[in-house]
């Protein structure tokens, strides 16, 4: 099956600092990324929607000067956290999508951010 | 608004039964429907998809697709502790090659010995 892998799986940093989180299909070619955030207990929200070289898009009520998306390549996308703050404390997920149909998304395995 | 409705459970089941899941969703175009299972503390792991009208059986699971009724369900036979899990229903809806998905709130199934 599709695997995609995220890394780190858990970070910690202080409060003003940045997180840089990696995603990657290992065996397929991810047309499109989508990263979500979960907070304990509560559903998946999806953040945005990245497509291979071209600007992410958005979900409302997500700022994209804080969460920065790169999709440099149709095998991986960075979601950077900027000037993380103990609120982005949270279970980071992405998925990969092959292609822009009704193709499956496959999630990584999560990074958990704690800021102090 | 795109809308995907599951009951948030807890749904508790005794071992060897059949635990039935249900999603409704409120787009009429959507074209492709999956199950996913999520154990606390870990990310969602795809179960099966369905696209067409009908029922789909992959092991002790059968997903059942309505279109016309605009519901999806999961049927999980001889259910088992380790199903002990929440589980989301996703749908893709959106046109001109968008295809974002929509999840649902997830139900919380409980297989007890």
């Known amino acids: 099956g599709a695997v995609v892998s995220q890394h780190p799986s858990r970070v910690i940093c202080k409060s003003g600092t940045s997180v840089k989180i990696e995603c990657r299909s290992l065996d397929f070619q991810a047309t499109t990324m989508f990263w979500y955030r979960q907070f304990p207990k509560q559903s998946l929200m999806l953040m945005a929607t990245?497509?291979?070289?071209?600007?992410?898009?958005?979900e409302q009520g997500v700022e994209k000067d804080k969460f920065l998306i790169n999709h440099a390549s149709l095998t991986l996308s960075t979601l950077t956290v900027t000037s993380a703050h103990p609120e982005d404390s949270s279970f980071y997920i992405c998925?990969?999508?092959?292609?822009?149909?009704?193709?499956?998304?496959?999630f990584g395995p999560g990074t958990r951010l704690t800021v102090l | 608004q795109k809308e995907v409705e599951q009951n948030s459970g807890p749904l508790s089941v005794p071992e060897g039964a059949i635990a039935s899941l249900n999603c409704t969703y409120s787009d009429r175009g959507s074209q492709s429907f999956f199950w996913y299972r999520q154990y606390s503390g870990k990310s969602p792991e795809l179960i099966m998809f369905?696209?067409?009208?009908g029922d789909k059986e992959d092991g002790r699971f059968t997903a059942q697709l309505n279109k016309a009724s605009q519901y999806v369900s999961l049927l999980i036979r001889d259910s088992q502790p380790s199903d002990s899990a929440t589980y989301l229903c996703?749908?893709?809806?959106?046109?001109?090659?968008?295809?974002?998905?929509?999840f649902g709130r997830g139900t919380s199934l409980i297989v007890h010995p």
């Open positions: 996703a749908v893709n809806e959106g046109s001109g090659g968008s295809y974002i998905p929509t």
């Open positions: 998925s990969a999508r092959e292609g822009l149909g009704r193709d499956t998304q496959y």
């Open positions: 990245s497509n291979e070289g071209s600007k992410a898009t958005y």
């Open positions: 369905i696209y067409s009208n």
